[in-house]
């Protein structure tokens, strides 16, 4: 039972900001009671409810936020001003071309972000009405989550899920403890122990519950997960593409507004002769002659900039929301990211990120259920040197085909056995795992197996259960703790009694642990265990060296080690350490500080026994992923709340650090023995003097030599780093000088982190001067706020709730499904959204450069070159499909050529695609086919005999024919820059020119009703009659595609990057597979097909082989005819062809 206290949760991040003021404590009242007469004022205060709310629109503000978000896009308000401009003053084009592509965008658009919201509400609903149960007027009701207020006395079961912050009340167990796992809050799933308050403790049932009258006061909320101060009082009855994107369109709109001010000066230079000042067939009226020359200008400057609008691509925008929100699905569907255990795959939640999953530069990762599966395997223990390994034993369970014990090198003497009967007996004393009976349901006790009743640990460590469970098939059993008794079940099934006499509980400072028992023959002992760096300083005798060495060597694979040493104690020591003890734990003052004393004076003089090795198992393929991220160049972090020496283990065995890293320690071990400015400007020159030398980027795999660095660094050490700078000399610039070492680590190790703290390391890594793109990555509650705060989260579906999948970007099973998500969908999602802007504003430069062309020679008149309905249908239409689907289903390199060359990823890396120099040369390129066009079209027009009958075409028929090449010729530039086909690719590109001119012949065969002008009436089909037309359209065509493709071809042949000689290379080779059937050897040439299995290949490049011919006569099968031939040494007995 326990009473709410969800608004700590909520107010965390407004108190740790310093946006209020607040005072020092909260005053909560239990159960809604007011204080009796007498007591402190009842003073009601208002708390947030418990409401989960991820989601980002409500019903009622939906339109109005939308709208105000989608049009604080540069291209969104300008169109909406154009539009406006339009509908005000007479243009020479209709409101409709630019209205019409606005609002589809903008319903388009609304329309995906309201689905991906009405998700988020679906998966908040289900969390928000989750029932839980309430005591209330002496009676157990159900209440949905969200209505829980503060105050509310809250009943908890086994194995249900706490739906607020509670305070613990009263257990069901006598003593008041519960079991909880806290894998929801700091991604550890080991069992915790909470202790119900004393004074309440007492309370079972319903009624005695809901008896209880007092006021609990406490602090405010504060980022340190594991504190809380507090008391009761009782009455008793007495985000890179974007960014581009919005560059580009604000260089076009620097070009269309050039444009619009060139022509209407050049207008007025025309106009200035009074011959051409009012030609015949335009004549002014007269209010247009009185109208002030100022405002003549200003109205053409906005005629000729609703004219020209069109080189900024409104339609783009629809087109990356649609590829954007079809392309997730992809991502959805892919077999490779789904998991059978789990039985679900990759869920996207934010399909705006994409494309940033190809530009990561930084990636940060929870340990604990993220890298790690979390669960504690014991490997082996060494006792005097002999090594000992058990069964494979993970979390309580023995694996299948377990057999008896394994011993390693010789067996210990007849007086090495008692030393080793004394280490097991230490391993299953010195901790401080609880055992858990099986429940009894209806009479009948669950879990008897042969006569005996089947248990299990539990502990706050999952190390200290793994332990136990390894002594458990060594042969001594840890039974329980009863009455101050420790019993344990040795070999010959004797069950041997210890009396706990005192608990030297862990600490990360001391990193070992003790306890004194004393045993049924009245001898008292001190067991120790702990890190070795810790134990063996304290050790007077014992094999040393030999369990040093094993240590050692178990570190060196990534095992968690511990060293075991014991300390017999007279009756006069036990009592001396009683007094210190004692005098430790009443002290009010330092009491901390006392009994850290009194535990160096006691865990001394230590005689050693072994060592442990525990291995928390890696998730499948995480290390493979890691390396592979860094070989893409990224730099992986790794934020975790464990303690550095697990944490580190874990580094190393995930190959975050290799065994050539140089680690660099910034703990607050090391800065109590150093000042903290002085340790920082020595890790700076340290990583400053090798700056010149190779990282890890750089240096070869395999390389040995390449010295590069590792940085650790814990909690408390950070929190002095981002402190605020102070008036002294010494501070000020410590964040800047952790960032620099930081830039020159290879990889950074972040341990005893609160959930606060990493968040405020990837805020730092955002806002620094590089402003790289992050990815944060975890399993967790702990993890969301570092998953919100990155550029992409990602959410592990893992043991440890859901709370970071419902708040990331992306969900995926598993670590290891990171490394498809961005080395093959990032990679593609980032291809295909550069190709498809800068194709965009190609094909709009190609658009209405020749409307701007046109203008000098119809004087500036503002009349358009192509008729309304090619205005519109142009991008809404003809253009926009098959760029759709190449954004889609563009594949420049086979996905497992991806996976295995994780280096192809920084081809594409900081926005290499969407660079000033590629975008000039998409621009040069669109002015240079307009050009083509126009003044093709334009000297072909200069000949009369352009028809069979001597009929000359009008400008509706020249504005037909530019616009007919510039479909072709756009959709024919995709073709080219296409590499994956598919049906679709066919079908679409094929298919909307086939529709472009059966539109045209349509729209201009007709005579429509609606319409009060009949310009366009077959004009398309006496253009096409025109054998000239047909001629000038293809070699048009021609021209415009020439300079591309030579360009591509030379660049290709002089300087390919990776990825140009991997496209080449994927289409020259040839495969050879030999089959050995019955003791024959077949040869076959195989040529861009599967290999069979069980098959032996070889591969040669072109410049080697084409083919093998086999001299063997048992082979019936006539090999293919060789094109020539080269020698090769007689033993070959092949010949290579």
Known sequence: MGVDFSALRTLINRYCAGEENWVDSRTVYIGHKEPPPGADAFIQQRFPDNRVVSSKYTFWNFIPKNMFEQFRRVANFYFLIIFLVQLIIDTPTSPVTSGLPLFFVIIVTAIKQGYEDWLRHKADKAVNQCPVSVIQRGKKIKKESFRITVGDVVFVKEDETFACDLILLSSSRDDGTCFVTTASLDGESSHKTYYAVQDTKAFRTEEEVDSIHATIECEQPQPDLYKFVGRINIYMDNEAVARSMNSYLVVYLCILISK??????????????????????????????????????????????????????????????????????????????????????????????????????????????????????????????????????????????????????????????????????????????????????????????????????????????????????????????????????????????????????????????????????????????????????????????????????????????????????????????????????????????????????????????????????????????????????????????????TAAATCYASRLFRRNTQILELTTKRVEEQNLHDVLFDLSRTVLRHHGSMTRDNCSSLSNDCTDYGLIIDGATLSAVMRPPQEDLNSGSYKEIFLEICRNCSAVLCCRMAP?????????????????????????????????????????????????????????????????????????????????????????????????????FCGFSQQPLYDTAYLTLYNISFTSLPILVYSLMEQHINMDILKKDPSLYKDVAKNSLLRWPTFIYWTVLGVYNAIVMFFGTYFLFDNTTFTSNGQMFGNWTFGTLVFTVLVFTVTFKLVLDTHYWTWINHFVIWGSLVFFVLFSLLWGGIIWPFLNYQRMYYVFMQMLSSGPAWLSIILLITASLLPDVVKKVIWRALWPTITERIQVNAGSFHVLAFLHVSGHRFSACVRCSCLLRNTRVDIYSPKQAECFIDEEKESNVTPPRPRRSLETAPEQRRLVL
């Open 260 to 645: 619009a001010l060139i022509n209407t000066v050049l207008k007025y230079i025309w106009q200035a002769d009074p011959n051409k000042d009012e030609p015949w067939y335009n004549e002014r009226t007269e209010a247009q002659r009185q109208r002030h020359i100022l405002i003549r200008a200003f109205t053409d400057f906005l005629a000729f900039m609703v004219l020209f609008n069109y080189i900024i691509p409104v339609s783009m925008y629809v087109t990356v929301e649609m590829q954007k929100f079809l392309g997730s699905y992809f991502i959805m569907w892919d077999d490779d990211m789904y998991d059978e255990e789990l039985g679900e795959g990759a869920v996207v939640n934010t399909s705006d990120l994409n494309e940033e999953l190809g530009q990561v530069e930084y990636v940060f990762t929870d340990k604990t259920g993220t890298l790690t599966e979390n669960n504690m395997e014991f490997i082996e223990c060494c006792v005097d040197g002999h090594v000992y390994v058990p069964d494979a034993i993970c979390n309580g369970q023995v694996l299948s085909g377990a057999a008896a014990m394994d011993m390693i090198d010789t067996s210990p003497g007849p007086g090495g056995r008692e030393r080793e009967e004394l280490f097991f007996r230490a391993l299953c004393l010195c901790h401080t795992v609880q055992v858990k009976e099986e429940e009894t349901v209806d009479g009948i006790k669950h879990g008897i197996h042969q006569g005996k009743s089947a248990s299990f640990y539990i502990s706050s460590s999952p190390d200290e259960v793994a332990l136990v469970e390894g002594m458990k098939k060594l042969g001594f059993t840890y039974l329980r703790l009863k009455d101050g008794q420790m019993e344990i079940l040795n070999r010959e099934d004797e069950i041997e009694r210890f009396e706990l006499l005192e608990v030297l509980s862990f600490d990360s400072v001391r990193r070992r642990m003790s306890v004194i028992v004393r045993a049924a023959s009245g001898d008292i002992f001190l067991f120790c265990k702990g890190a070795d760096s810790s134990i063996l300083p304290r050790v007077i005798s014992g094999k040393v060296d030999e369990v040093k060495a094993r240590v050692e060597h178990n570190a060196v694979e990534g095992l968690r080690t511990l060293c075991v040493a014991y300390r017999p104690l007279s009756p006069e020591q036990h009592q001396e350490v009683c007094r210190l003890l004692s005098g430790a734990k009443l002290a009010l003052q330092d009491r901390d500080k006392r009994l850290s004393e009194a535990y160096e004076l006691v865990e001394k003089d230590l005689i050693l026994l072994g060592a442990t090795a525990v291995e928390d198992r890696l998730q499948e393929q995480a290390a493979d992923t890691i390396e592979s991220l860094h070989k893409a160049g990224m730099k992986v972090w790794v934020l975790t709340g464990d303690k550095m020496e």
């Open 756 to 856: 606060l703290q990493k968040a405020q390391i990837v805020k730092m890594i955002k806002a620094s001067k590089e402003h790289p793109i992050t990815l944060a990555i975890g399993d967790g509650a702990n993890d969301v706020s570092m998953i919100l705060e990155a550029h992409v989260g990602i959410g592990i579906m893992g043991k440890e709730g859901r709370q970071a999948v419902r708040n990331s970007d992306y969900a995926i099973p598993k670590f290891k499904h990171l490394k498809k998500m961005l080395l093959v969908h990032g990679h593609y999602y980032y291809i295909r959204i550069s190709e498809l802007v800068q194709y965009f504003f190609y094909k709009n430069v190609c658009f209405i450069f020749p409307q701007f062309l046109y203008q000098f």
